[in-house]
């Protein structure tokens, strides 16, 4: 039986770390065989988002390799496609720069506008912090403390009803 946390998203190969989780292969469908295999995992499915196409599939890559079930958006504006088609349970919206924080808080306000549960994280560095990110959470974006703080915060978190 599949964890309530889990979207309807296909997926497609095992991460190093035993876990089913999303590839990457083209902006077309985001994943390499368009099955509808879902992962058994602790923690929720992730869709992410970036400003910068390349720190993005570099995140993507990293939590991949973490374990965790993460699908790529190639951008803001292809995030809430994606989530309207499959409903993640988590959103996490890479801010690379300033430049990007208006664009990432105004993705997050249209989706919370049409589902005030879902959850928004940021992944931003310190200095973004205080520039008016407004979501559920802002998470590092260095790799080794963003798994940390991902598996701890899930993992405190109370599962929902099925």
């Given at each position: 039986m599949l964890s309530p946390y889990h979207s309807s998203a296909p997926v497609?190969?095992?991460s190093p770390k035993g876990n089913v989780a999303f590839m990457n292969t083209n902006e077309a469908d985001h994943f390499s065989d368009g099955s509808d295999r879902m992962i058994d995992s602790p923690f929720p499915d992730i869709?992410?988002?970036g400003d910068n196409v390349h720190a993005a599939e570099s995140m993507h890559r990293k939590l991949f390799e973490e374990g965790f079930a993460v699908q790529l958006a190639p951008g803001y504006g292809a995030l809430e496609t994606l989530w309207q088609q499959h409903r993640h349970?988590?959103?996490l919206l890479d801010v690379s720069s300033v430049h990007a924080v208006?664009?990432?808080v105004d993705t997050?306000?249209?989706i919370k506008r049409r589902d005030l549960?879902?959850?928004i994280g940021y992944l931003a560095d310190p200095i973004l912090r205080t520039s008016g990110l407004a979501g559920d959470a802002i998470f590092p974006r260095n790799i080794e403390p963003l798994s940390e703080a991902l598996r701890m915060h899930f993992s405190r978190?109370?599962?929902p009803e099925a």
């Open positions: 497609s190969s095992k869709l992410l988002a349970p988590v959103i208006d664009a990432a997050a306000l249209r549960g879902q959850f978190q109370p599962r």
